[in-house]
């Protein structure tokens, strides 16, 4: 059986993105309840990271080890990987060692490259053009809270970026239609719209973006990586903030969500992030259940 691989949401069928949605919410509760959960005794998850995080970092370690496993964190600095040693080399060595990897980079050809040489299964934890580990949290969160998001209406207003890509596909997976309103210049790719302009549409207008909506969704204007442009997007984003006269023009019973993290009075209004009927804040908390979910699939799917 060739190994499975969690690359972009494309590389799970709706039925199992149901499933593993269905599988986290019930080990959230069971977590709660002080149910143990370490059914992967010796298992050893590789974390590694070439940008910064909190949240996933956190919430991959915390995973683990509440499975019974093990997560080790490898940074570039401190590995062969900062000094120029082939990503296919490094896949080889790494599996051969581990049961499964997560890797945060930049280029999404690199986790790619990585789950071509790897014997394991690899998660992607975010690269230039995709984070679908987030997605699989906010698509928990938007259930628990308000029930099937099929047949839903979804704005993303600011910029065309690697989150804004995963929402592309979770349209087409969780079937819902995506309004995507961008400052010009900021689309995303051109080819991921075209291929799903059945129901992803780019609106310049972030108020017609979000007129009856059920759910807005932000990011940071300028992403990791980016930070030298972070003055010159502040410009072109500022009429493209997720704020109170935004969300009034959404449904009456509208969720809004970020992944976090956030800057106030930016993307995202200081009053939004801190309502505190907010949803925020558990969306964060989901990426833990939602990726024990994923850990378990991949670890289960091993050959
Ligand atoms: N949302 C998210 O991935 O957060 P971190 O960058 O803190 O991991
Ligand atoms: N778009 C952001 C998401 C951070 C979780 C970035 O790539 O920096």
Redesign the pocket.
Known sequence: MATRHFLTLLDFTPAELDALLDRASELKRGHRAGEDQRRFPGKVLAMVFA?SSTRTRVSFEAGMAQLGGHAMFLSPTDTQLGRGEPIEDSARVISSMVDVVMIRTFGHDIVERFAAHSRVPVINA?T?SY?PC?LLADMQTYREHRGPIAGRSVCWVG?G???CQSYINAARQFDFELRIACPPGFEPDAGLLASNADRVTLVSDPAAAAAGADLLVT??WA???QESEQQARAEAFAPYQLNEDLLARAAADALYMH???AHRGEEISAGLMDAPDSVIWDEAENRLHAQKALLEVLLESAP
Do not use: E, I, R
Request: proline share 6%; charged share 25%.
């Open positions: 940008k975010l230039d984070h987030q910029d970026n690697n989150m990011d940071v992403s990791m990586g992944c976090l993290p």
